[in-house]
Nanobody
Framework: VQLQAFGGGLVQPGRSLRLSCAAS????????MGWFRQAPGKEREFVAL????????YYGDSVKGRFTISRDGAKNTAYLQMNSLKPEDTAVYYC?????????????????WGQGTQVTVSS
């Protein structure tokens, strides 16, 4: 399974950005999908996850109420809508897939990772 994350960029505080994660396989629709981020000098941090059906979603405390994860099975793509962005959201964002469909924020439980896309929030 190959994952490709894209959509990052430079954005001003308070603005929005949508990240996409395209999967190379239709079995994407059977996987839990997660988003993580890593800022310079920090550990990789859980951001959000979606169960295989999209019926269950979870968010890290720092992004609750601002970020929304979704997925489109027909396009084999997961999304992360990021609103009200803050400078502290600046990081490389990674998408990941758990083929065992667990509901977990632990990064070592994800089997496949995208290459990461840089998000910079700055005025």
């Amino acid at each position: 399974v190959q994952l490709q994350a894209f959509g990052g960029g430079l954005v001003q505080p308070g603005r929005s950005l949508r990240l996409s994660c395209a999967a190379s396989t239709r079995t994407f629709s059977t996987y839990t999908m997660g988003w993580f981020r890593q800022a310079p000098g920090k550990e990789r941090e859980f951001v959000a996850l979606s169960s295989w059906s999209g019926g269950r979603t979870y968010y890290g405390d720092s992004v609750k109420g601002r970020f929304t994860i979704s997925r489109d099975g027909a396009k084999n793509t997961a999304y992360l809508q990021m609103n009200s962005l803050k400078p502290e959201d600046t990081a490389v964002y990674y998408c990941a897939a758990d083929i065992w469909n667990r509901i977990s924020s632990r990064r070592y439980e994800y089997h496949y990772w995208g290459q990461g896309t840089q998000v910079t929030v700055s005025s």
